[in-house]
T-cell receptor, first 111, second 114 residues
């Protein structure tokens, strides 16, 4: 089944550094979304990028999408300890609201 | 109000018990979802309701029974669960069950089956 694969699985950086997470998927999509999950809590939507867009920004977040390579990246600039969380990409399965989540990247930002 | 609420926060139940998880949203969203999430894994879709009708059932065992009494409420009835059903159960909603809409998640119910 279509599924996003993310790398790295875990990332540890110092506050102030940039964090880059990558997501690859298998089949064509309408859009790709990124979500954040703090430990044991619900997911929070970060950004949605449509298949005809190449780059999108939201505050300290920058998302790129390369449909030819079936990949996306999430860049968090000037990271903060509060950015410590798991980050998931999610692709649509072309079936009524169904999202397929990648395995996630666990980000740890050390103060 | 952009909040999805879930009750209870934690639930411990035996394999012979019957319990229900509840989810509520007041954003006027017409699509609601149940996900199951095991530790250090991504959420896995269980059910999708669109306009109060079940539109997707991801081959979930019948011991999980969803119900959508109205457009704001979503329940998940649990009966005769197994220990491997222990997980975080997440509810979500979106404006529409179409691919272009972000999903809003509740904080989840941590379920332990003993």
């Amino acid at each position: 089944s279509q599924q996003g694969e993310e790398d790295p699985q875990a990332l540890s950086i110092q506050e102030g550094e940039n964090a880059t997470m990558n997501c690859s998927y298998k089949t064509s999509i309408n859009n790709l979304q990124w979500y954040r999950q703090n430990s044991g809590r619900g997911l929070v939507h970060l950004i949605l990028i449509r298949s005809n867009e190449r780059e999108k920004h939201s505050g300290r977040l920058r998302v790129t999408l390369d449909t030819s390579k079936k990949s996306s990246s999430l860049l968090i600039t000037a990271s903060r300890a509060a950015d410590t969380a798991s980050y998931f990409c999610a692709t649509d399965a072309r079936q009524g609201g169904k999202l397929i989540f990648g395995q996630g990247t666990e980000l740890s930002v050390k103060p | 109000d952009t909040e999805v609420t879930q009750t209870p926060k934690h639930l411990v139940m035996g394999m012979t018990n019957k319990k229900s998880l509840k989810c509520e949203q007041h954003m006027g969203h017409r699509a609601m979802y149940w996900y199951k999430q095991k530790a250090k894994k991504p959420p896995e879709l269980m059910f999708v309701y669109s306009y109060e009708k079940l539109s997707i059932n991801e081959s979930v065992p019948s011991r999980f029974s969803p119900e959508c009494p109205n457009s704001s409420l979503l329940n998940l009835h649990l009966h005769a669960l197994q220990p491997e059903d222990s997980a975080l159960y997440l509810c979500a909603s979106s404006d529409n069950a179409a691919v272009y809409y972000e999903q809003y998640f509740g904080p989840g119910t941590r379920l332990t089956v003993t």
